[in-house]
């Protein structure tokens, strides 16, 4: 006699939940609490958390809380392994599946805009890239590179985040390859994406910005408190500085920059706040510009527990 089948999940009862927002906005502790309401487990969304050492500066889930609720996409790669958006997607579906087979709902929750993009509308297709040519756009001027860019496909240089190198050297590498605008090779981004034929909502979480600064400005405190130098200083034995994408990390490039007497360790401080509050600011106008987002925002009195309660739709 066969053994009895046992039912399986519904994968469409178990459709993901997306938590975005800026740096320090509180997601990773609603996240937590929402997937303890609902029997979820948390795929982060984040580019840095990724590599295994990026622990302080990357603000990781502790032990314990990864104990709470298992956490995804955390420590996947080392510091000398390159990680991509198609690498993200490939894992997030693998991770979904996993999550769904357990019946188990899986909560996206991070603030890297492209990666919730990649993994709901698709990725481009833009030739792969080119080791040699990687390396001459890397060894070129930031400036010359915009300038170029500007010529050769003004409506990406209208949008592009000029101040992140990484993506300019992209852009300016597609073209070179393709001999076409990066623009046009872009995915065709859907305006009503679904998943498993089921609309879904990008709840992003927000604060008044005097209240959204404090917090950052404590968590960069926090972070230097508990070792943000020497674990920076350690890193540069593993090759921290090798990693282009891992040095755009904020923080890690600052206390580099401060061990090699650049500026004081109270000046690296102010600026990593600085560069924290900018980044924060960019974060919200990306997912403004580019996604289907709920807004929920949250006083500077309200609980996580009280957010997660509103999004799982729990009383």
Known sequence: MSAPSHPQPSTFNLRPLFLAGPTAVGKSEVALLLAE????????????????GLDIG????????????PHHLIDVVDL??????????ALAQQAVAEIQSRGHTPIFSGGTGLYFKAFLDGLGEAPPSDKKLRAELEATPLADLLRELELRDPAIFAQIDRQ???????????????????????????????IH???????????????L????????DEMFRRGLVDETRRLLGHRLEQNRTAMQAI???????????????????????SKTRQYAKRQLTWFH????????????TESAESCARKISGSP
């Open 58 to 69: 990357t603000a990781k889930p502790s032990a314990a809380d990864r104990q709470r609720v």
């Open 289 to 300: 510009k580019h996604a289907q987002v709920q807004w929920l925002e949250l006083s500077p």
């Open 197 to 211: 034929n089921s609309p879904f909502t990008i709840h992003g979480l927000s604060r008044p910005a005097a209240d």
């Open 164 to 194: 992140n190198p990484r993506r300019v050297i992209r852009a300016v590498e597609v073209i070179r390859l393709s001999g076409k605008p990066f623009s046009g090779q872009r995915a065709e981004w859907k305006t009503a994406a679904t």
């Open 251 to 273: 923080g890690y490039r600052q206390v580099v920059e401060h061990l090699r007497g650049e500026r004081t360790l109270p000046e690296t401080v102010e600026l990593v706040k």
């Open 80 to 89: 000398t392994a390159p990680f991509d958006a198609a690498r993200f997607v």
């Open 213 to 220: 600064h404090t917090r950052i400005n404590d968590r960069v």
């Open 37 to 52: 309401i609902i029997e979820g487990e948390i795929i982060s969304v984040d580019s840095m958390q990724v590599y295994r």
